[in-house]
């Protein structure tokens, strides 16, 4: 048994010869429309987490490390050189071409600075589970 289309439905071959219909204004301004604050579909939702001042930062890498010591001796050999572009592109390029012996001396320094970090962060949370860290301690000098 074969459907047969109505007028009123488009089939797939009749979508050229479709009608279009006219809607009645909407009673809202353009200047109210442009201004209204809708929300975006799909986008992600912004974590509403304070930052806790207490939580220990984590440590910056063997790479870092390096670029405080290149950042001194390329400003020394190059004192007209003021762009942090060109010092980083710079430092990158020696970065990559030194071999692993070179950079052994930072990662060192990473690794010390990433174990103290790490018993920081026990120690931190540790201290958050027994409820020493509470979240309105900032706001506690206002509660009277």
Known sequence: M??????????????THRQLTLRPRSTVTVKETSTAKRPKIGAAKKKSSKLDANK?????????????????????????????????????????????????????VATEKRAKFEKALADYVKKKENGEYDEFDDDSEYDE
């Not at 074969?2 to 979508?15: G, L, N, R, V």
């Not at 870092?64 to 980083?88: A, C, H, T, W």
């Open 2 to 15: 074969a459907k047969i289309a109505s007028a009123e439905t488009p089939t797939k071959t009749d979508h």
């Open 56 to 108: 220990p930062k984590k440590p910056p890498t063997a790479f870092f490390y390096f670029l405080e010591d290149f950042r001194k001796e390329f400003q020394e050999q190059n004192p007209d050189v003021k762009s942090m572009r060109e010092i980083g592109k710079a430092c990158g390029e020696k970065w990559k071409i030194m071999t692993y012996e070179e950079k052994v001396q930072y990662y060192d």
